[in-house]
């Protein structure tokens, strides 16, 4: 009986990379296909997938599902959820004692799975790449500074990110273009930064990535996206 399965679905840079250390670990996983806001309990046929591994303990990895969470409890397995989200009605932001936040999914995975940085390197991973990509998740391109991760670092872990999203490259590539664009017409106003943009695809991300690489701190920023009628 293997020990445990894991649950998630790649539809981020963080969840993609999960998985692709998973895989080189051999650990049995079942990699759903949601979007954003992927729930157990919307996956067909999910507890009897579960069942087809015959472990004692599942880990779901953000995709909080409350219904097929007790089923699997009630067929006496382990459920043990990796997450650092708050959701409507569902705070798994904070530790249950003590009330800290907790640390990113994919910081959770390698301290609950105990991989080691040798471990990656042998499994032609690079281990500062890997940590830089859930300190990211976790707090951003702050978090990168606080963690003595150099500009030079910084944009080798945004790069690796960007190299693991699930999405059409191309397109996400004209997404950056249009913050950059957007970025470089910016004005300035009692310390904020205001940027107008007419794209009409959402370049909020990417446009907060170019401010702080840009100014290498917090700076309140205000987007207009005429085409989409957003106000951030």
């Not at 798994?92 to 990113?104: E, N, V």
């Not at 004209?174 to 310390?191: I, P, S």
Request: some cysteine; hydrophobic content about 45%.
């Amino acid at each position: 009986m293997k020990s445990f399965v894991l649950i998630l679905s790649a539809n981020d840079a963080e969840a993609v990379l999960i998985s692709r250390i998973a895989s080189a670990a051999g650990i049995p996983m079942i990699v759903c296909d949601q979007p954003h806001g992927a729930s157990l309990d919307r996956e067909p046929r999910i507890v009897k997938r579960i069942q087809a591994f015959h472990a004692r303990t599942v880990v779901v990895i953000e995709m909080p599902g409350l219904k097929n969470e007790a089923r699997l409890r009630q067929m006496g397995m382990r459920v043990h959820i990796i997450d650092h989200h708050t959701y409507p009605g569902l705070d798994q932001s904070r530790q249950a004692k003590s009330g800290r936040f907790l640390p990113s999914s994919l910081e959770q995975f390698l301290a609950f799975t105990k991989i080691t940085d040798a471990q990656l390197r042998a499994w032609r991973f690079d281990p500062r790449l890997v940590h830089g990509i859930g300190i990211e998740d976790r707090d951003f391109l702050w978090g990168l500074k606080r963690e003595r991760y150099r500009p030079a670092e910084i944009r080798r872990v945004y790069a690796y990110h960007d190299r693991l999203l699930p999405v059409d490259h191309a397109a996400f590539r004209r997404q950056m273009k249009q913050a950059r664009r957007a970025f470089a017409t910016r004005r300035e106003w009692r310390g904020m930064i205001i940027v107008r943009s007419r794209a009409t695809r959402r370049i909020r991300l990417a446009l907060s990535r170019a401010v702080g690489l840009a100014f290498g701190r917090p700076t309140p920023l205000i987007l207009i996206e005429s085409a989409r009628r957003y106000l951030y």
